[in-house]
């Protein structure tokens, strides 16, 4: 599923890196921090939950731009990520939980099953996982986000894995991939 000694130096489309911590955007726990005239100065917003982190603190992302707006930052204000979770299913769940881990290909019908979710199989050693696209976020400003996540950069998917991956995206997103 992963590539043996991935390019340090590159980011590609679903790479997998530890980073800082990330938000989520609950608008039930989210307050503000008001300027003198009572105008809304900045958001605070909790950290995210449930999401795959070493024993630092550092959380398990998957990078979800394509390859060219990762590559040309002109116009682009970050990279898109989206956190890698444990699978949301009870492990006596064993039904449910093979047809999600064989999520990341198409089924006989050449529809996708569990849409927001990709299957990982023991990401850089963490327990299985998903990668939960109803959480993309963006990180910013795009350089400093490109330089953090590379940083961080643990794996790689397999170029079958990593394609599996965009078609899978892309589908989400009601897009036909390209096919390179």
């Not at 956190?83 to 198409?106: E, F, H, W």
């Not at 976020?137 to 599996?164: C, F, N, W, Y």
Request: charged share 25%; net charge positive.
């Amino acid at each position: 599923m992963y590539v043996t000694r991935p390019e340090r130096a590159r980011l590609r489309q679903g790479d997998l890196c530890l980073i800082d911590p990330i938000p989520h955007w609950d608008v039930r726990q989210t307050t503000t921090q008001n300027g003198r005239e009572g105008e809304i100065i900045s958001l605070i917003v909790p950290r995210a939950k449930q999401i795959l982190s070493d024993a630092r603190g550092k959380v398990l992302v998957a990078v979800c731009s394509q390859c060219c707006d990762l590559e040309n930052q002109k116009g682009h204000m970050g990279v898109a990520i989206a956190p890698v979770r444990p699978i949301p299913l009870s492990p006596n769940d064993s039904d449910r939980r093979v047809a999600l881990m064989s999520s990341g290909r198409r089924t006989a019908e050449g529809a996708f099953s569990w849409i927001h979710l990709f299957p990982l199989t023991s990401p850089l050693d963490f327990q299985d996982g998903v990668i939960d696209w109803s959480a993309i976020s963006t990180m910013a400003p795009h350089r400093a986000a490109i330089d953090d996540l590379l940083a961080g950069k643990g794996a790689q998917l397999k170029a079958e894995v990593r394609q599996q991956f965009r078609q899978k995206l892309a589908a989400l997103f009601g897009r036909k991939p390209s096919e390179g």
